[in-house]
């Protein structure tokens, strides 16, 4: 794994090249709540390689920056066609007039150096229009073959310097891959960057495989397989891709688990003589405790980041609705009021928001909600959206999306949570059911 | 004797409707999206087997004369007439031929969130169970699973094939429930 091998070098402030210091016309800040209208242009000229044969390594990785930067919707980008003056090296100061003039507001420099198998990236970012440098500059040291890593920490330091926000990009995202037609479709666990690449495949496609979700840290896998011939939870570790299941009687079906916020327990559906009402397991110990007794559908829970809540849905009603409830059982409390029916809920990793599949009136909607259920938001429609994950930093969600008919097929969607920004995931084939890790050590 | 006449001979001998027109290029069957392998059905719960629909106690009588399947109403587990009239004759089946235990798998369309059709087919599935247990089927011959949208048979998005989908299916077997 790349993970073992990645060492962050302490942060190393570097000495300010240039403290001119300039009334800012407009503080180099976006404010992500209130959606973008015009997005802040940046440049990023390609990084200085400080040592020999690490020119296109220098070139990735800055591309890399500008990639994910601007896969946010809140940037875009100066084409390095129109630029006055070149950054030849990492130290020199920066001609900010030169960038002003192309309306520039974010300049990211760096320089990038190899050393066998290590690699080190520098980079400092400028807020051109105060000319200044916004934070100090950062070094990250790692390995050649985890560069796009790298590329990922330096646009994490940038977008969460100028959005105030946590970022995201260095993130891994665990899923469903699809194959074969849609009467024998063939399942299989993957797992991927946050942006599609490194996709690697975590079990076989042999039995089905339903909804996975990353432990707290990232290290474990929780998913739904039929390999025992019926629907059963399993606990996959992701260095060793060694698996074992979770503890089941004959009869039941286990099925939509998630881990509680210390890793240690798991919350999930378990449907006995046709009826699913939600169960906790404390892994450690194997001990079940019964969450819900009614006689209707409850599944989907979901923990608030404080581990005391649960949200989940429920058709006790008479169709789908969300409920959130002590996360030691207790009786819950209805939160969606809105038409149509509300499915899949997850609360945001801030606490701020609960995010969702509305069905109404044929379509499929993925939609954010305040944990009392207030100020409804949806921020997509299809055919069949559904299962929406959180970025670590709770300000994007990815989700399936399923296109009708014969050949239709799922594919993983992007959508920051104003609703503007939507796009699909660069995954070759189809995929489905993913769950966002954290962000990475 | 030439490929023509071979299809023309098999066809004469199945009785299919699908072989009205056959390839007379003997170039194969060619299948579309939602074409028709008028071989594929044979040993399938659609196609014709002479010999097992000829002895009662064959699985392949109790797929096609008695009838494995049964269908729901959207977002119902509710059982219809016809469905009660398929599972009593199940239920009969079973009583006579006391060796197969059976799994009773429930199914969903695609019109709903995964988990919550996971669950909706487990509760299908229960419904049949618990109408072959009323007719006197010991409850353990019969298990139950729940596939939800995972397993559809029909392909397109529209009634015509969600109305397939959303089923219970009784597969009978001679060996453990597992």
Known sequence: ???????????????????????????LRIEITEGVIEPLPFAVPEFEAET??????????????????LGTG??????????????????????????????????????????????????????????????????????????????????DAVYSRITGEAGYFDSRVVFVAESGPKDNRLKRLAIMDYDGSNVQFLTDSAAIVLAPRFSPTGDRVL?????????????????????????????????????????????????????TDLFITDLATG?????????????????????????????RSGNQQLYVMSASGGEPRRISFGDGRYGSPVWSPRGDLIAFTKQN????????????????????????????????NGRVLMFTRETQGATGGPSLYSVDISGRNLRQVAVQGFASDAAWGPLQP | MNKFMTSVILCGAMGLSACTNPDRFGAGTDLGAGGVDPNAGLSGPTGIDQSG?????????????????????????????????????????????????????????????????????????NAAREFLISQGVPESRLRTISYGKERPIAVCSDESCYAQNRRAVTVISLGSLG
């Not at chain 1, 059963?232 to 039941?252: K, M, P």
């Not at chain 1, 909607?365 to 959180?390: C, K, N, Y």
């Not at chain 2, 398929?86 to 199914?107: F, I, K, M």
Request: glycine residues 8%.
């Open chain 1, 1 to 27: 794994m790349v993970k073992s091998f990645w060492t962050v070098m302490a942060a190393l402030v570097l000495a300010l090249a240039n403290t001119t210091q300039t009334v800012a016309q407009e503080p």
């Open chain 2, 53 to 125: 629909l000829g002895d009662p106690t064959s699985p392949q009588f109790f797929s096609q004369a008695v009838g494995d399947r049964i269908s729901f109403d959207v977002d119902q587990s509710t059982l219809n007439a016809a469905a009660q009239e398929v599972l009593r004759g199940q239920a009969q089946w079973l009583l006579t031929n006391s060796d197969y235990l059976a799994v009773v798998e429930g199914h969903a369309d695609e019109q709903g969130t995964r988990e919550y059709n996971v669950a909706l087919g487990a509760r299908r599935a």
């Open chain 1, 361 to 392: 009136a044929g379509r499929f909607h993925i939609g954010v909600m305040r944990t009392d259920g207030s100020e409804e938001r949806l921020l997509s429609a299809s055919f069949l959206d559904e299962s929406p994950t959180w970025a670590p």
């Open chain 1, 52 to 69: 020999a044969g690490a020119e296109q390594l220098a070139r990735d990785i800055s591309r890399l920056v500008s990639q994910d930067l």
């Open chain 1, 74 to 155: 809140l940037f875009r980008e100066v084409p390095s066609t129109s630029f006055i003056s070149t950054v030849d090296s990492f130290v020199q100061p920066v001609a900010y007039a030169d960038w002003r003039a192309i309306n520039t507001q974010a300049l990211v420099t760096g320089a990038v150096s190899v050393n066998g198998s290590q690699l080190v990236v520098k980079f400092r970012l400028y807020d051109v229009f105060s000319g200044a440098e916004l934070g100090g500059g950062l070094q990250f040291a790692g390995t050649v073959d985890g560069w796009r890593r790298m590329g990922h920490k330096v646009a």
């Open chain 1, 287 to 315: 001990v079940h405790t019964r969450l819900t007794s009614a006689p209707s559908i409850e599944t989907a829970p979901s923990f608030s980041p404080d581990g005391t809540q649960i949200v989940f849905e429920s058709d």
């Open chain 1, 223 to 275: 998913y739904t397989s039929y390999e025992s011939g019926f629907p059963r939870i399993n606990v996959l570790d992701v260095a060793s891709v060694g698996r074992r299941q979770l503890t089941t009687q004959q009869g039941e079906m286990a099925f939509s688990p998630r881990f509680s916020r210390d890793g240690r327990q798991v919350v999930y559906s378990l449907a006995n003589g046709g009826n």
